[in-house]
């Protein structure tokens, strides 16, 4: 029996905000710094990934870094209230992808390529149909006007301008 299994599974499919997670990791001081957004969307459609973020649901551990990131010396929420990405290209080899496309944060548009694993779609056990995703992108923030930075005594930066983005999916198919 052969199985044929393609790039990405077809017809629309969308994410379960309940079990996805899209956030962020980067280099800060001594340590790793990490935060996470509550309103994310994703979908495929068509072969072709698009997701966001709201820059207003961000959280991490501290109501007064919150407000920070979302100024305009980090996102700036205001005028720039979504993070945006949008697939051109998708590769599989078993259950790895690399996907292509262009990522949009605080209004500046750059290429991006995501890697990461792909699932096979399951049933799930209230009737559906669902896969997952876990993505993984290097981005140099400063690429996007996010240039923020506080030096060390050293004269070294606090925060490193690479920042990994990462998502963990699951897609739920729609009918």
Same mark, same amino acid.
């Given at each position: 029996?052969?199985?044929?299994?393609?790039?990405?599974? %077809?017809?629309?499919?969308?994410?379960?905000?309940?079990?996805?997670?899209?956030?962020? %990791?980067?280099?800060?001081? %001594?340590?790793?710094?990490?935060?996470?957004?509550?309103?994310?969307?994703?979908?495929?459609?068509?072969?072709?990934?698009?997701?966001?973020?709201?820059?207003?649901?961000?959280?991490?551990?501290?109501?007064?870094?919150?407000?920070?990131?979302?100024?305009?010396?980090?996102?700036? %929420?205001?005028?720039?209230?979504?993070?945006?990405?949008?697939?051109?290209?998708?590769?599989?080899?078993?259950?790895?992808?690399?996907?292509?496309?262009?990522?949009?944060?605080?209004?500046?548009?750059?290429?991006?390529?995501?890697?990461?694993?792909?699932?096979?779609?399951?049933?799930?056990?209230?009737?559906?149909?669902?896969?997952?995703?876990?993505?993984?992108?290097?981005?140099?923030?400063?690429?996007?006007?996010?240039?923020?930075?506080?030096?060390?005594?050293?004269?070294?930066?606090?925060?490193?301008?690479?920042?990994?983005?990462?998502?963990?999916?699951?897609?739920?198919?729609?009918?």
């Amino acid at each position: 029996m052969s199985v044929d299994i393609q790039v990405v599974p %077809a017809g629309t499919w969308s994410i379960d905000k309940v079990h996805s997670t899209i956030g962020f %990791a980067v280099d800060y001081m %001594a340590g790793t710094f990490q935060g996470s957004f509550g309103d994310v969307d994703a979908e495929l459609n068509d072969g072709v990934v698009r997701g966001s973020a709201k820059v207003s649901s961000i959280q991490v551990n501290d109501p007064n870094l919150a407000g920070h990131l979302q100024a305009p010396d980090f996102f700036d %929420a205001e005028r720039h209230p979504e993070l945006r990405f949008e697939s051109s290209d998708i590769r599989r080899d078993g259950d790895r992808l690399t996907i292509d496309g262009e990522i949009e944060i605080k209004g500046h548009t750059e290429p991006v390529q995501i890697t990461g694993v792909i699932s096979d779609p399951i049933n799930d056990p209230y009737g559906g149909e669902r896969f997952g995703l876990k993505l993984e992108a290097k981005v140099d923030r400063t690429k996007f006007g996010v240039d923020w930075n506080n030096p060390l005594p050293s004269g070294e930066p606090a925060l490193s301008n690479e920042v990994t983005l990462v998502a963990d999916l699951q897609l739920s198919k729609q009918a």
